[in-house]
């Protein structure tokens, strides 16, 4: 399988704090993307970051690309309980196409 | 911008019979679609790709008679669910690409099958 993994599988931190998750895959990538998903709901795209990019930031986001290790990393600075939901990273699986290949992905909790 | 539609948003069906998902591209000419189904507290798995006027290419283990996808136009795709079974229940994503950002994927806001 060409899925990635990532962890921690389930994080529940207050209101305030920082959370931070990973993403490892296996394939060499021409962008690493991250998605947010409410419970039941479609998902919402939050950050792309190429393969030639180290770190980038969106607002309270900051997303970290090591190729060398295939890995990311998502940090979401001082959470807010709206924050609640999980998060997915996702590669770009075939050269010629744009098929996204979704991680395992990790379900955040922020308490209030 | 970049709204994608997906109807109906739930739909309970008997056992055998056969379920349409339509995924709507609302402003913006979708030359690709695609479908995932995301089973509860799992990942999304992508199941096919469909290219407006062509038909679409299925991953492997997903059974394309089972599964049987349109895209007839530039804003339309529909997934019929043929025969569906109880393990046919589960969440059904769709997700359209344009031709300007090829690397972003706008989705849908899911449909959930339950079959009794």
């Known amino acids: 399988s060409q899925q990635g993994e990532e962890d921690p599988q389930a994080l529940s931190i207050q209101e305030g704090e920082n959370a931070t998750m990973n993403c490892s895959y296996k394939t060499s990538i021409n962008n690493l993307q991250w998605y947010r998903q409410n419970s039941g709901r479609g998902l919402v795209h939050l950050i792309l970051?190429?393969?030639?990019?180290r770190e980038k930031h969106s607002g309270r986001l900051r997303v970290t690309l090591d190729t060398s290790k295939k890995s990311s990393s998502l940090l979401i600075t001082a959470s807010r309980a709206a924050d609640t939901a999980s998060y997915f990273c996702?590669?770009?699986?075939?050269?010629?196409?744009?098929?996204?290949?979704f991680g395992t992905g990790t379900l955040l909790a922020v308490q209030p | 911008g970049a709204v994608v539609s997906q109807h109906p948003s739930w739909v309970i069906c008997k056992s055998g019979t056969s379920v349409k998902i339509e995924c709507r591209s609302l402003?913006?000419?979708?030359?690709?679609m695609f479908w995932y189904r995301q089973f509860p507290k799992q990942s999304l798995m992508l199941m096919a790709t469909s290219n407006e006027g062509s038909k679409a290419t299925y991953e492997q283990g997903v059974e394309k008679d089972k599964f049987l996808i349109n895209h007839a136009s530039l804003t339309l795709s529909t997934l019929t669910v043929t025969s569906a079974h109880p393990e046919d229940s589960s969440f059904y994503i769709c997700?359209?690409?344009?031709?300007?950002?090829?690397?972003?994927?706008?989705f849908g806001p899911g449909t959930r099958l339950t079959v009794t």
């Open positions: 402003d913006f000419q979708a030359t690709t």
């Open positions: 996702a590669t770009i699986y075939g050269g010629a196409t744009n098929k996204l290949i």
């Open positions: 997700s359209a690409t344009s031709s300007r950002g090829v690397y972003e994927q706008y």
């Open positions: 970051i190429r393969s030639n990019e």
